[in-house]
């Protein structure tokens, strides 16, 4: 086949809609351009798509469609440019920034450069744990664990001698993300496994393990304690206070010594501030994040700012620094936007209450006073991910999804051609 030829540099730079650049089309940066409106912006970012990233554990478990918890940018920002590509030099002084995409490589002019780059999964130097854990942060991520954990089921019905490892499950990482993705996954591998007569009377074994002294560490203690018995009768083991220390095909060792044969390990205890920050030479803090002042302003370079889970944003409300969560970037985004169309004021924000799916007809949440478990709560959690989710038609689509799954037994197909398993 003949070579592809290099893409080559413009030389021309191309100026940035209603002079905004965007670099990140997640949640923080998307919304910043959908609310310019039509003053327009320049949205760079690798994907065509803002990623609901609350719901994936879900759309992991097959309760939700995947392609439904992807908003297109272009229909959800649709007075923005979008370039496909990554940023990779930021020269403050000339106010451009170099941009590299299958396309070629652009040099964009802006007014305003907005950074929200989002995080990315952090592991440990834990040996052997990058190679063979799976991570949850994006769509093909959550396409990926579903096909390699519906394949552990297969691969145990051809060989039940080996059931025991193929159908034993490890979640590190006891926070929302963790503990939703094992309720969601643990729904899947039950409602396949009616399928497989060779597999009755087989168990699967679900283990939950963090550090922390208890599960959901941000939420108040007797909820906390009201989603661990709620996952201790469907038979998940809890192991706080504990931490895996390596990983390998067959299982994990934890840091006390005991091992785990499981065929699936699935890290969801933390994330990192994307490094392309650091590669574009903004300031950072020591976990990485963007330094900035409580208007976003990016300290020493004028008309940069930054937001989202690569900023570490102060929060006048709390005097803290603000969570890496969708409920905040979107707050975030708000005061941004009127930073940049008028004058500055600081960022505040408290936060009105945070939940959790527990699977299927259970769920914890905060609102404000209220503590709510059990059907209410996870009411509640499904509620609030619906109105997250931009447009009527993505909220029909994922609404027909959960009805659907409340109706009918999971879909338990492979998406071998997006993502198969390991």
Known sequence: MPRSPLPQTSTTPRVARGGTLILGGGYAGAHVARRLGRRGATIVNPTNFMLYTPLLPEAAGGSIEPRHVAVPLRTMCP???LLLGSAVALDPELRTVEVTSDAG???????????ALGAVTRMPQAAGLAEHAFALKDLPDAIRLRNHVLRQVELADAAPDQAESR???????????????????????????RRHRRLRGVDPRFVLVDPSPRILSQTPEALARSAARTLGRRGVEILTGSALASADAHGTTLADGRRIDARTIVWTAGVGANPVAANLGLPLDQRGRVRVDETFAVSGMPAVHALGDCAAVPNAATGELDPPTCQHALRQSRRLVKNLTGPAKPYAYRTRGHMAGLGRG??????????????????????YHLMALPFAARRLRVLADWTAASVFRRDVAELTAVGGGR
């Open 105 to 115: 490589r652009f040099v964009v002019a802006y007014r305003d450069l907005v950074v």
């Open 79 to 81: 007075h923005a440019d």
């Open 167 to 193: 159908l034993t499950f490890v979640f590190a990482g006891a926070g929302f993300s963790g503990v939703e993705a094992l309720a969601e996954l643990q729904q899947l591998v039950a409602g396949a496994l």
């Open 362 to 383: 259970r769920g914890i949440a905060v609102l404000g006073p209220l503590r709510l478990r059990g059907a209410a709560g996870w009411l509640v959690a499904r509620g």
